[in-house]
Structure formats: structure tokens, C-alpha cells
């Protein structure tokens, strides 16, 4: 008996050691009242998919997370390539994992600085407005820095420092989530001003 109490012991100390260790976070005052935090005790925290959000130096993603459960309808954003851009499987990259609860602004290359987003990656022409609705659970955070390696990039130039200001808002497998991301056709979206993303560009 005592040796299946000290194997069972031993195992959830294992256990313990290398599940992830997230520091304290201070709670977006962008978000309050729209949204709360929750704990690794609430039974809808593994929702978030913390383990997808959060990365090593160097990989993008974010640095640490904070799960919060989305209590008032808000808008989110995402910068994508446009619709006239496809995969071989024929799908734009207009609903991926990656958002912003903050809407777009500044000059394309800041955004990308900012967020930490490879050129491979994205583009970030286009921008679509969606809508988290509330009782979405996601994982919010800084994002971590993106090595040249991480691009793609074999001349080594480009890379992003990690950005403690600008959070990211990382929803797990999007695709499968129409009930919390609505968005509407991408009709509604604009190609932004490279100048101004805020703004549609004109030509």
C-alpha cells in the first residue's frame, strides 16, 4: 500500500513539475467589464488551450497568457491577406487563431513590429471586424518575440522583440467556434491604407 501511495505521489509530482507555469498578469483595462478572469480550477479553462498560446523565446505567440471568459459581446481583429490570396486547399487566412481586441492602427510596419508577425505569415492587407461573443473563453497575452529562424528568413534579418504593450487574443481552432467568433462576409472587411491601417486604402 504505501509503495502505490509513493508511486502515485511520485507521479503527480512529476506531473506537476511539468505542466507550464504561467506568472500573474495584471487584467486589461480594455476588457473590464466586458470580461473575467478565470483560474485553472474552472472547469472551462482548458477551453483556452493555453499549451497552443504561449511559446518559447524566439517563437512567437505569446509570452504568458491570462484566460478570461468573455462576458459582453466585443469586437475583435485580424489582419490577413485579402481574398484574392489562397492556399492550395483554396482558404484565405482570414480566420485563424490570432486576433487583437485593440482595432488596427499606425503604419503596416509598426503593426507587424508590434505583433510580432513574420512576412511569410501574413501580409496584413486586408482587415476583417468580427465579433467574440460573450461566454467565449480565450487565452489573452504579450506576445513573445519571433526569431529569424522562426520566419523562415535565411538572410537572418528578420526578427521581433517581444511587446509587454500591444496583447494578442488567441482563439483555439476558430473554424470549429461560429457560435463565439461571429464574423460577417468578408465584403465587410477593407484593404487597408499601408500608411493608415486604420483607413481603407484608395486608389
Not at 13 to 27: D, I, K, N, R
Not at 35 to 58: Q, S
Not at 72 to 99: C, F
Amino acid at each position: 500500500m504505501n509503495r502505490v501511495f509513493s508511486s502515485a505521489f511520485a507521479l503527480s509530482s512529476l506531473l506537476a513539475l511539468s505542466a507550464p507555469v504561467y506568472a500573474e498578469l495584471p487584467f486589461p483595462a480594455q476588457l473590464t467589464g466586458k470580461a473575467v478572469p478565470l483560474t485553472a480550477a474552472d472547469p472551462d479553462y482548458t477551453r483556452a488551450v493555453v499549451t497552443a498560446a504561449v511559446k518559447p523565446n524566439g517563437m512567437g505567440g505569446v509570452s504568458d497568457a491570462l484566460v478570461v471568459r468573455i462576458t459582453e459581446d466585443i469586437p475583435v481583429y485580424r489582419m490577413w491577406n485579402g481574398p484574392a490570396k489562397k492556399d492550395a486547399r483554396g482558404n484565405t487566412n482570414r480566420l485563424g487563431g490570432w486576433w487583437s481586441y485593440d482595432a488596427p492602427t499606425g503604419v503596416v510596419g509598426g503593426y507587424r513590429s508590434n505583433y510580432e508577425i513574420c512576412q511569410g505569415w501574413n501580409d496584413l492587407t486586408w482587415v476583417a471586424r468580427c465579433t467574440l461573443k460573450a461566454g467565449a473563453v480565450v487565452a489573452i497575452g504579450p506576445g513573445q518575440s519571433v526569431a529569424p529562424e522562426t520566419c523562415g528568413d535565411p538572410t537572418g534579418k528578420e526578427n521581433y522583440a517581444a511587446n509587454t504593450r500591444d496583447w494578442q487574443l488567441y482563439v483555439d481552432k476558430p473554424w470549429a467556434r461560429s457560435a463565439e467568433l461571429v464574423c460577417p462576409a468578408d465584403t465587410a472587411d477593407y484593404e487597408a491604407d499601408p500608411t493608415n491601417i486604420a483607413q481603407a486604402r484608395t486608389r
